[in-house]
């Protein structure tokens, strides 16, 4: 290989003459640059590695022990730490179909900054903050009220109320739990469900897989997403993870008191209306914390429980999870073990200070999924991730295990440049989930 004139050999420096060089550009020992361009008043640490087709701006700084992997473009005046690997695959392994699979394909559809200031809004949050504020059409959020979503009805006014006069919008994919797909597959009429192409008869018999969904307003594709909660993953966190939990106990609120009124925006019906229990925890960036258990307090037809949530000592949680418990179940009075498998979440909610107040009308009913009909028509723009650095990897200090720690990071945000295009529908029981919000039966 052709060297460029800046290599030093004897200092470790290697530096391919296809290498652009700016002014007054500092480079350190065991240097090993190819195909790159650096830009003017630019330093290169020690043992880093910049390959073809990256791109570093003027006056940055790359800190010992970088890796700089092809076609990753670092602006000017940009400091990079010791030991950070950029990582240049759009597709990473922990994708399946261009969907990254992390924390931050959880907060597109679950991310709210009120609640934990760290995580950007979600769609889930967006579209019902706008059709509080009235930005957006109040059928941008639909409620199943604990039914299933196995008939095409909630679907077709999702794309319908896409689609309509003022929002001009084409409904596309449908995102949802691996439980509401079992749903559709079993129970989805077959006037409803786009012909498979490599199956006989078009594979649109009761049972069969269902690909996508026929509406008036185009076919709307199936996305099962394991990013997007059922039942059993609502379970209190304490429950499945109580040493984590136990180490945020200082999250954990000071008292949790409830009480139940009329409440004209009440939806607790005859069939609701009973004996409930509520468990609270704290939360932050940091983690959730364990709980506390209210009193059993009955409910009647057209009346809400209001919760009375006192902040911890150190008033250091950001927001509350709120759990309830099934109708007429959970036994967790003074004195007797907290049965947490009782519970499933129904809210998370920002922390208003010394003293938070939840009203439960039941508008979010507890241990329920959501699907999401959106427009993902890549000539809308409507609904985008905005990557802002290159996803980076780094190594992390070991440990006396026989693992090698490392971090993955990644800096972007959710942005929905046309909320009325997309629709939530929330509050979905799923036909074969084995916690129901109003019945002690346990599905098998």
């Known amino acids: 290989m052709a060297m460029h004139a800046r290599s030093d050999p004897a200092n470790g420096i290697r530096i391919a003459a296809d290498v652009t060089l700016g002014k007054n550009v500092g480079i350190y020992c065991f240097v090993n640059l190819y ?54 695959d759009p597709l990473p392994r922990a994708a399946k179909d261009g969907q990254l699979l992390t924390d931050a394909e959880y907060l597109c559809f679950e991310g709210d900054s009120t609640v934990v200031p760290t995580e950007f809004d979600g769609i889930k949050a967006q579209l019902i903050d706008g059709v509080a504020s009235g930005q957006v059409d109040p059928g941008s959020v639909l409620d199943a009220r604990a039914n299933s979503l196995m008939s095409v009805n909630l679907v077709n006014q999702a794309a319908a109320s896409i689609s309509k006069y003022g929002n001009f919008g084409t409904p596309t994919d449908l995102f949802c739990s691996q439980l509401v797909q079992a749903d559709f597959d079993t129970g989805l009429d077959p006037a409803f469900r786009v012909p498979l192409a ?65 409440n004209a925006a009440s ?17 932050n960036a940091a983690g959730q914390s364990t709980g506390l258990v209210t009193a059993q307090v009955a409910v009647s037809a057209g009346e809400a429980a209001t919760l009375t949530i006192t902040r911890s000592a150190a ?119 084995a916690w129901q919000p109003f019945s002690l039966t346990v599905n098998a």
């Open 35 to 88: 195909g790159c361009r650096i830009g003017d008043d630019t330093r290169i640490g020690a043992f880093v590695e910049i390959q073809k087709n990256a791109v570093i701006g003027s006056r940055c700084k790359i800190s010992s022990h970088t890796f700089i992997c092809e076609g990753v473009t670092i602006e000017d005046e940009v400091f990079v730490g010791h030991g950070v690997m950029f990582i240049n």
């Open 198 to 262: 490599d199956v006989p008869g078009g594979g649109i018999r009761l049972g069969s897989p269902v690909a996508g969904v026929r509406t008036s307003w185009g076919n709307v594709e199936m996305n099962p997403d394991v990013f997007i909660r059922d039942e059993w993953q609502k379970a209190p966190f304490e429950n499945s993870f109580p040493a984590v939990a136990a180490s945020q106990v200082g999250l954990k609120p000071t008292a949790v008191a409830v009480a139940a009124a009329a």
């Open 315 to 433: 008033g250091q949680e950001t927001g509350y999870v709120i759990y309830r418990s099934r109708l007429n179940g959970g036994n967790a009075v003074s004195g007797v073990p907290v049965i947490l498998s009782e519970f499933r979440e129904m809210a998370r909610i920002a922390s208003a200070g010394a003293t938070t107040t939840y009203v439960d009308v039941n508008g979010d009913i507890p241990g329920t999924t959501n699907a999401f009909v959106l427009n993902l028509n890549p000539g809308a723009t409507a609904l985008l991730w905005r990557q802002l650095l290159p996803m980076i990897k780094f190594p992390l200090y070991p440990t006396n295990q026989a693992v090698i720690p490392w971090a993955q990071l990644l800096f972007g945000y959710l942005r929905i440049s046309k909320r009325r295009h997309h629709v939530v529908i929330k509050n979905i029981v799923t036909n074969g989930q």
């Open 267 to 283: 939806l607790f019906t005859a069939a609701q209306a009973g004996n409930y229990y509520y468990y609270v925890t704290g939360v």
